[in-house]
């Protein structure tokens, strides 16, 4: 809590405001019973119209201040508890943005994003209770308790019955009720994480028809949340009868024993009717206080899966003097081990390889042989476990990381383009590009001919995910993007494998000729990709098998030709 409090700077005037107003709500709420036996002991039994008139506006007075007050205190209690959630969403949010990928790999994104809503959400509300509920409840018990006192206060003995009994009640169903709050969050994790992952792949889930199999795993999800929820409402439920048995039977022994007074003269009729309206005032008091000790309880949950997240340290860290330039675009792998975080395996195995500035390396080897591990070494998505990674002859973790990635630039094998134009996504690239230096890179990645096909050119519309480009436009422009970095290397993890072959071609010779300077790494199931590369490492279970030109790797390395010939024969084969 002790972090997330400062996120109530801003909002601390509408915090401080609302349980003042809120106190003065209570005095409100407590005078009246008080003048109304006023108006009965003293105007009615006096016969006196005056007297009544005047308390009877004093009376109305206190109802209206009162009523203002608790608005008040609503208003200002809302303020700051929806601006204090809305501070802790933002800093939340702006914390998963400096995450790493391992960061990444450990929550999922589904819990992430209720997270983000749902628990923030909760927090919100809790503060407002507990800037309202919180301070109404106790004040009200102690005022209605000591008024129903200083009434009668061998009458108020009641309690010494009444308050026990509903407060068994109320521990009871508190703690039959708190493990099933406490599991609610995440079962909204996981309807949420049904919901995220049908909607991001419906087209594939119509495509293989699987709407029942997923309505299925769907209703499965929502009926748990369904039958928790109403379990834990239920205990609720059951208190409710419980309270109001307490309390009628409360107001019955008030009447009887009150009654006895009255006829003895030890009591008065107004006395009797402000007594029951104290008695039900601190009853509902307590019941207030559990209500609130509940919505605490999930506040509590909310509370601890957020801080989760704050206190999640990015894996990578920054050195605190990095060096801010990157000499030139050479790469070496210097006795590389790599295992993901919470795996047993070595996914890298004693990799070591380097390669000049401007050269162009492809790399080739099945799925799974860690070619993808391999290359997100380079700008740093994950730190090595063993050895170092050089980019310009520096260790990667000696560099400004910003500064890093702008001048490694990575085309992640799935790769996605963001809603907007087709030029908002290219600034992604490069903030203040000019439409010529656009065009330029969209033309070095074989795009412009399909770009300046629309009216609108640069304009035309980019939906969520790109889904209104095919797959190898997409990757054309993913590549124009990272072009417009003007990196020093280019890392192209499988990125024109939905390029036909023709166009694949070209988008080499671009490289070739007019990125002659930017050392380019290729990560590619065709050998014709990059057969004319400078070298080629053959990947396999993690280990660089071979190294090598092209033909130098068909002499000495069984896969590449196992590769290259089944390749071959489907060339034929057409
Ligand atoms: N984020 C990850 N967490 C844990 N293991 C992973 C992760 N990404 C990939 N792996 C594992 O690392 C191995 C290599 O994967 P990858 O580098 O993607 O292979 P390739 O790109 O050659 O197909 C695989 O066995 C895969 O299961
Ligand atoms: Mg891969």
Known sequence: ???????????????????????????????????????????????????????????IIAAILAMVFGVSSSFFGANAGYGFAAEIRQKTF?????????????????????????DCNTIGQVTMMSLRMAIRAPFMLVFALIMS???????????????????????????KARPLFLKLQTHVDKVNG????????????????????????????????????????SYIIILMPVFNLVVYSTIIAVLWFGGKQITIGTMTGGALISFITYITQVLMS????????????????????????????SEINEI?????????????????????????????????FSIKSGETLGIIGSTGSSKSTLVQLIPRLYDVTEGSVKVGGVDVREYDMEILRHKVSFVLQKNTLFSGTIRSNMKWGKEDATDEEIIDALKNAQAWEFVSSYDDGLDHIVEQNGDNYSGGQKQRLAIARALLKSPKAIILDDSTSAVDMTTDAKIQKAFKENLPD????????????????DRIIVMHEGSIESMGSHEELLEKSPIYKEIYVSQQKGVIGQ
């Open 1 to 59: 809590m002790k972090k997330l409090l400062p996120l109530m700077r801003k909002y601390i005037v509408f915090a401080i405001l609302s349980p003042i107003f809120m106190i003065l709500e209570v005095l409100g709420d407590v005078i009246i019973p008080y003048l109304m036996s006023k108006i009965v002991d003293i105007g009615i039994a006096n016969q006196d119209i005056d007297y009544i008139i005047t308390i009877g506006i004093i009376m």
């Open 94 to 118: 702006e914390k998963i943005q400096g995450y790493s990928f391992a960061n990444l790999d450990s929550f999922t994104i589904s819990s992430l994003i209720t997270r983000l809503t749902n």
């Open 149 to 175: 006192f200083r009434i009668n206060s061998s009458l108020a003995k009641i309690f010494l019955v009444a308050l026990p009994v509903l407060a068994i009640a109320i521990f009871f169903t508190l703690s």
């Open 194 to 233: 049904v919901i995220q992952e049908n909607l991001t792949n419906i087209r594939i889930v119509k495509s293989f028809n699987r709407q029942d199999f997923e309505e299925a795993k769907f209703k499965k999800r929502n009926d748990n949340l369904m039958y928790t929820a109403f379990k834990a409402i």
């Open 286 to 313: 307590l019941m207030m206080i559990s209500m609130y000790f509940m919505n605490l309880l999930r506040g509590s949950a909310s509370v601890s899966r957020i801080l989760e997240v704050v206190n999640t340290e």
């Open 320 to 352: 605190s003097m990095p060096i801010d330039e990157v000499r030139d675009g050479s790469i070496s792998f210097e006795n590389v081990s790599f295992t993901y975080p919470g795996s047993s395996e070595r996914t890298l195995k004693n990799i070591n």
């Open 518 to 533: 930017v050392t380019t790494i290729i990560i590619a199931q065709r050998i014709s990709s990059i057969e004319h590369a």
